[in-house]
C-alpha cells in the first residue's frame, strides 16, 4: 500500500478556503485517493474520492495532478464546524481485502 | 444509507474482565468488517478483516486469542477483549463494506471507547 505524508496540522478562519495536500509517491496504477474526516470521539466519514484530475462533490474538490504523486483536498469557505482531522489513503478498489491504511492525518483548526 | 451502529458507545470495566462490542450494519449487507483502534491523538491502526463466516484474519501484532472476533451474519460482528487490562484502554471503531461497490469504501461506526481501571 502507497505511503502518505501530510502535514500534521494546519490552522484557518471561519470562510477561508483550507486546502491539505498529501504526498503519495508512490501510487500504483491501480490506486485511488481517498480522504476522510474524525471528528473527537468519531469514526470516520468519507468525504471524496478520486483517481485522476478533478474532483467535486457538495463538500469538497479533490485536485490530483498528472503524475498522481501528490492530491490537495480543498474545503470552502470552512466553519467552525469543519474542525476536525483529515485522513489521506491511497489503494487500489478490492485490492489487499479492501483494507485501508490510515497515515497520521491533518489535524486541521478552524478559528473564529 | 449505510448506517454503521457500535454497542455499547462506552465501557468501563474492571482489569481481567472480558468485553464484547458489536458492530451492525443497519441497512447493508456487509460481506467484510474491519477492526481498528485508535489511541488519543493518535491514527486508526487496522487489528483485523473480518469475512462473513469466516475466521477473522489479524494484522501483524494483534494477539488474536485476546482480541476474539465474530461475524456470524452479514450484519454483525463482534469484538470480544479478554482478560482487558488497563492498556487495552483505547477507541475500538469498526467499518463495514458491501464489497459491491467499485471501490473500497468503508462505512465506519460511530467508536466504543473502552477503559479499563
Known amino acids: 500500500l502507497a505511503k502518505t505524508t501530510q502535514p500534521i496540522s494546519m490552522d484557518s478562519y471561519e470562510g477561508q478556503e483550507v486546502n491539505i495536500t498529501c504526498s503519495h509517491n508512490?501510487?500504483?496504477?491501480?490506486?485511488?485517493i481517498t480522504w476522510y474526516q474524525q471528528f473527537p470521539s468519531q469514526g470516520p466519514r468519507f468525504i471524496i474520492q478520486?483517481?485522476?484530475t478533478k474532483v467535486t462533490n457538495e463538500v469538497a474538490s479533490l485536485f490530483i495532478p498528472a503524475d498522481r504523486k501528490s492530491s490537495t483536498l480543498s474545503l470552502p469557505r470552512v466553519s467552525l464546524s469543519d474542525t476536525a482531522v483529515y485522513y489521506c489513503l491511497v489503494g487500489a478498489p478490492k485490492a489487499a481485502g479492501n483494507k485501508l491504511t490510515f497515515g497520521g492525518g491533518t489535524r486541521v483548526l478552524v478559528k473564529p | 444509507g449505510a448506517v454503521v451502529s457500535q454497542h455499547p458507545s462506552r465501557v468501563i470495566c474492571k482489569s481481567g474482565t472480558s468485553v464484547k462490542i458489536e458492530c451492525r450494519s443497519l441497512d447493508f449487507q456487509a460481506t467484510t468488517m474491519f477492526w481498528y483502534r485508535q489511541f488519543p491523538k493518535q491514527s486508526l491502526m487496522l487489528m483485523a478483516t473480518s469475512n462473513e463466516g469466516s475466521k477473522a484474519t489479524y494484522e501483524q501484532g494483534v494477539e488474536k486469542d485476546k482480541f476474539l472476533i465474530n461475524h456470524a451474519s452479514l450484519t454483525l460482528s463482534t469484538l470480544t477483549v479478554t482478560s482487558a487490562h488497563p492498556e487495552d484502554s483505547s477507541f475500538y471503531i469498526c467499518s463495514a463494506s458491501s464489497g459491491g461497490s467499485t471501490y473500497n469504501e468503508q462505512f465506519f461506526g460511530p467508536g466504543t471507547r473502552l477503559t479499563v481501571l
Open positions: 508512490n501510487i500504483a496504477t491501480n490506486d485511488y
Open positions: 478520486g483517481y485522476k
